[in-house]
């Protein structure tokens, strides 16, 4: 069955980073085009980044543009989100999916505080 497993959130400064993983089975990875999306309280759940499954397109939302980028290795299965400059704005619990398809993982929480 399809898993996306997210890890790596977590408590951090603005201005700090953190990286992001989502580790993927199930499904044929390496054709799958891939993205994260995040769902801030209060909030709809919204589209962050996205990329191809050969990893050559990579699409941003406006708000995270030059701060984040989205990459992958298809040879584990994984995609990653690295996140640098935070800022509180950025507060959200992070998701993976697969393109096209409606399947969430557990998410991962990423807090921006002083």
């Known amino acids: 069955q399809v898993q996306l497993v997210e890890s790596g959130g977590g408590l951090v400064q603005p201005g700090g980073s953190l990286r992001l993983s989502c580790a993927a089975s199930?499904?044929?990875?390496?054709?799958?085009?891939m993205s994260w999306y995040r769902q801030a309280p209060g909030k709809e759940r919204e589209l962050v980044a996205s990329?191809?499954?050969?990893?050559?397109?990579?699409n941003y939302a406006d708000p995270v543009k030059g701060r984040f980028t989205i990459s992958r290795d298809n040879g584990k299965n994984t995609v990653y989100l690295q996140m640098n400059s935070l800022k509180p704005e950025d507060t959200a619990v992070y998701y993976c999916?697969?393109?096209?398809?409606?399947?969430w993982g557990q998410g991962t929480q990423v807090t921006v505080s002083s």
């Open positions: 999916k697969r393109v096209g398809y409606v399947y």
């Open positions: 990329i191809t499954s050969a990893g050559g397109v990579r």
């Open positions: 199930g499904f044929t990875f390496s054709s799958s085009a």
